[in-house]
């Protein structure tokens, strides 16, 4: 290949990555769905400001977390975000068995997937769960979960 030819090469590489990265921003439907929010257990309350986060999952998970065990797969974590008194949006982790392997190790958060669902149940198509995916890694030593603890701490009424 002479200069000419790779440079020409170079840049049609450049720009093949650039449009991959374009195409990622739109919103992915993942493999998290939306749970049965009645179902599951209320274990903690963030407060910031105008929002209110009600952080709930499965008793299974909870039970799991205190014996030191890993959360099982099916598991959904749910984030419900009041303002005003009302529901604005709910932010969902759910773990599956390899749901992992459908991204890359710059991305994978072991088996968890995440999704944006607005009030209606809908997915936001304006968010890139690559986003959650990349902040919530630094918890991967607690599953991935800002709230480990608390739900290590969460008493069973
Ligand atoms: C910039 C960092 C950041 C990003 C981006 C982020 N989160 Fe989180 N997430 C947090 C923090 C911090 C908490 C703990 C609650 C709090 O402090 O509000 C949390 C809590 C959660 C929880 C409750 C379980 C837990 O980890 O404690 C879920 C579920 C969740 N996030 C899902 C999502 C989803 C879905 C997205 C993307 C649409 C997302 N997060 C994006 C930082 C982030």
Redesign the pocket.
Known sequence: MNRMVRAFATAGLVSGALFFVGMQVQAEPTR?TMPDIAKLVHY?T?E?GE?T?H?M?TRAAIEAVKRGEPIPNGT????VDYRDGKVFR????EKGERWGQDYGEDRRTADWQ???FKPDGTI?MD?N?A??????T??ADR??????N??RRFEFE
Do not use: G
């Open positions: 998290a903690t963030v910031r929002v986060e952080i999952t959904h974590v749910a984030l709910y932010f969902i982790m995440f999704q944006w936001n968010e769960t986003r959650c995916q990349r902040c919530h630094s918890r599953e991935f979960l800002y709230t480990f608390d739900m």
